[in-house]
């Protein structure tokens, strides 16, 4: 059968992404052809958080290098493209609106059908490309974790349209968390990495810390969540120990707690679901915190004891953070929601 070929656009925050992506309808995964992202990061270094107007200008320099450059890579003319996709919220308006007028530019002069995406539920869709690692599709039904910057939520799919949205964060969000406890040592944004390699210098760790941290709401019976609490205590802990532990010791101790909090709610959750939904035969996990390796190892750990041992899945670092790739791959299992430009616009919610 056909396999159609689709040009994903992703530029909802400070990303500016173009893949190109293949599937036939036989096939349970999505391959990349190519896929190419340019950030605007570093400009927002100096004033220690995106600033949407900068972003926004910054997509309207980058987006259409980086689709041509997909083009170019992936060795596709626009004869060969079926789709366009591309990203029409959550995000920044006004760094959507560039992808979003982009596709609908394309679409119009290139005579193409366009499918928009929602950026949260795409996010999962990056354990549904074909890479080195991942050959098998994950299997329904299955829990869906997006742990990023701006969510954490956990979803029950039960095939691509059957999406149960079964709890998250009730404040901040795990990256965010991550974030903004890293802002309080010194490091500036994405903390999350930072937070993740400090708690691998394993010999400046003071086990007294230990379990120091709450896992705010982990004893309730939803699956609801909060990372803002944990946020305030590990800030108190902090100035609490300022004077007293040597200041790397204190940061790489704190690190490692702060991460085994965060691994701890989301097993605990984790392990709620399965308890509720024995059936579950995948656990996949997206979003920019699914690159953590202690996250990976705790579940990975849960779920090899559990019972029916569901298969986890995580996408490569590359496909955790913001790509087009994942965008690409969500249209490519969503071909029916196919419309004109005319009909394609922002969607925040
Ligand atoms: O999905 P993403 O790229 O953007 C959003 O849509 O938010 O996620 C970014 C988040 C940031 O909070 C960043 O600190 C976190 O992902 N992050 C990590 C790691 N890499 C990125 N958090 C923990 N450990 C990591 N290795
Ligand atoms: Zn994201």
Known sequence: MKSSTILAIESSCDETACAIVQKSPDDGLA????????????????????VPEVAAREQLKCVLPVIEEALKAAQVTKEDIDAIAVTTGPGLVGSLL??????????????????????????????FVETEENQNA??????????????????LMNSHEDIQHLGGTVDDA???????????????????????????????????FKGKLPRPLIHEKT?????????????????EN????????????????????????????????????????????????????????????????????????????????????MIGAYASFHLDKQTSWENVGLKLR
């Open 31 to 50: 391959k990349v052809i190519s896929s190419i992202t340019a950030t605007s990061l570093a400009k927002h270094k100096a004033t220690k958080g995106i």
């Open 98 to 127: 560039v992808g979003i007028e982009t596709a609908r530019a394309l679409a119009m002069a290139w005579d193409l059908p366009i499918i928009s995406v929602n950026h949260i539920q795409a996010h999962p869709y990056a354990n």
């Open 138 to 155: 994950p299997q329904f039904p299955l829990l869906s974790w997006v742990i990023s910057g701006g969510h954490t939520d956990l979803y």
């Open 174 to 208: 795990a990256g965010e968390c991550f974030d903004k406890c890293a802002r309080l040592l010194g490091f500036d944004y994405p903390g999350g990495p930072f937070i993740e390699k400090l708690s691998l210098e394993i010999d400046k760790n003071d086990p007294q």
């Open 223 to 239: 699956f609801s969540m909060s990372f803002s609490g944990l946020k305030t205590a590990f800030l108190r802990l902090f100035k």
């Open 242 to 325: 300022q004077t007293t532990t040597d200041s790397e010791t204190l940061k790489v101790s704190l690190a490692t707690e702060l991460q085994e909090a965060v691994s701890d709610i989301i097993w605990k959750r984790t392990q709620q679901a399965l308890e509720q939904h024995s059936n579950v035969k995948s656990v996949i996990v997206s979003g920019g915190v699914a690159a953590n390796k202690r996250i990976r190892e705790k579940l990975a750990e849960g779920l090899a004891q559990a019972e029916n041992s569901p298969k986890l899945y995580f996408p490569p670092l590359s496909l955790c953070t913001d790509n087009a790739a």
